[in-house]
Nanobody, 126 residues
Framework: QVQLAESGGGLVQAGDSLRLSCTASGRTFIRYTMAWFRQAPGKERELVAA????????YYGDSVKGRFTISRDNAKNTAFLQMGSLKPEDTAVYYC???????????????????WGQGTQVAVSS
């Protein structure tokens, strides 16, 4: 069992930066691919970014490439999402999730992630 807890959300202005953190319980953090999803009102949950257990591979959704960076610190059981050049369309609830290894083709499918955090709200004003 893994418990995930996000933090770092808030209200910012367009162009600002924000860093989200996701801290996991348990001693098996290094086994999991970590990911950030987001969901805006009336929209489907979408993958923002994912990172392999040893940080050797990362994957980003098209809408955040070049602006967001995912990273992890396995010694601290924590994953991060550094968000830059924020836009109003980035407004959403951001969720941290984890799963055992999956090929890139499956990373974007929420159903494959066994553990989720409660979400943290990010609001970007224009």
């Amino acid at each position: 069992q893994v418990q995930l807890a996000e933090s770092g959300g808030g209200l910012v202005q367009a162009g600002d930066s924000l860093r989200l953190s996701c801290t996991a319980s348990g001693r098996t953090f290094i086994r999991y691919t970590m990911a950030w999803f987001r969901q805006a009102p009336g929209k489907e949950r979408e993958l923002v970014a994912a990172i392999a257990p040893t940080s050797d591979r990362t994957y980003y959704g098209d809408s955040v490439k070049g602006r967001f960076t995912i990273s992890r610190d396995n010694a601290k059981n924590t994953a991060f999402l550094q968000m830059g050049s924020l836009k109003p369309e980035d407004t959403a609830v951001y969720y941290c999730a984890c799963r055992i290894y999956a090929p890139v083709s499956l990373l974007s499918q929420p159903v494959g992630y066994g553990f989720w955090g409660q979400g943290t709200q990010v609001a970007v004003s224009s």
